[in-house]
């Protein structure tokens, strides 16, 4: 059964602490795969972390998985997924902020909190309006995350954000509308000199290997 959130879990991996009705996160490894719940989101998404995330894609322009961040959260146990029935803004936001919780308080060792990742999808977005409405709170949340060294990403079936390597190709597609949490990592300085906002909180983080890669992005 899925885990409720409104309970304390304490297990490695998964969230600890209290949490509103609605929100419904656990560990991605408790996921059956393959899913065995179609009409599940959760299951959905999870489906989707290991079979797009997680691997290779033809038109990505680079060998790896698509995000290769992602099969290291999963093999240290650390990637939580979940959903939520909002549909307004407010709603997405009460629960990222539960979400952010999560994700901060996850029980791991210190030198893996570079890992962790939460994945929540909100299937009750797939329109405009939920669409817009992700992207507000998105944005309402930028400015601390960024301060604190997180990443909060917007996936949706339509995406037409360009890859990095190949701008043919849309990384950013899913089966649900979802918003992922993650860290900022070494590995993003590619992202970091398209958006020189976060190159401050990066180059604080990664002082002494953050400048090698941030040049060798603007070299290439």
């Not at 079979?51 to 995000?67: E, F, K, N």
């Not at 998105?138 to 949706?156: A, H």
């Not at 983080?205 to 290439?220: H, V, Y």
Request: charged share 25%.
């Amino acid at each position: 059964m899925p885990m409720k959130t409104s309970q304390a879990v304490t297990t490695h991996g998964a969230p600890r602490g209290a949490f509103a009705a609605g929100m419904r996160l656990r560990p991605l490894s408790t996921f059956a795969y393959p899913g065995g719940e179609f009409g599940d989101p959760a299951q959905r998404v999870a489906d989707w972390v290991r079979t797009y995330l997680m691997r290779p894609h033809p038109d990505l322009g680079r060998d790896g998985a698509v995000c290769p961040y992602t099969p290291v959260s999963v093999r240290a146990g650390l990637a939580i997924v979940g959903s939520d029935e909002a549909r307004d803004e407010e709603g997405i936001f009460a629960a990222m902020r539960q979400a952010i919780t999560a994700f901060e308080t996850m029980d791991c060792k210190p030198a893996q909190r570079s890992f962790r990742c939460v994945v929540v999808a909100f299937p009750n977005c797939d329109c405009d309006k939920g669409r817009a409405a992700l992207k507000r709170v998105q944005n309402r949340l930028r400015p601390e995350s960024t301060r604190k060294g997180k990443m909060i990403g917007l996936f949706e079936p339509h995406s037409e954000d360009r890859g990095l390597i190949n701008p043919e190709f849309r990384p950013l597609r899913s089966p649900l509308p979802l918003l992922a949490i993650r860290s900022l990592v070494e590995g993003d300085a590619p992202f970091v000199v398209r958006n020189p906002r976060i190159l401050p909180i990066y180059l604080l983080k990664f002082p002494f290997s953050g400048p090698r890669k941030l040049m060798s992005q603007l070299w290439r």
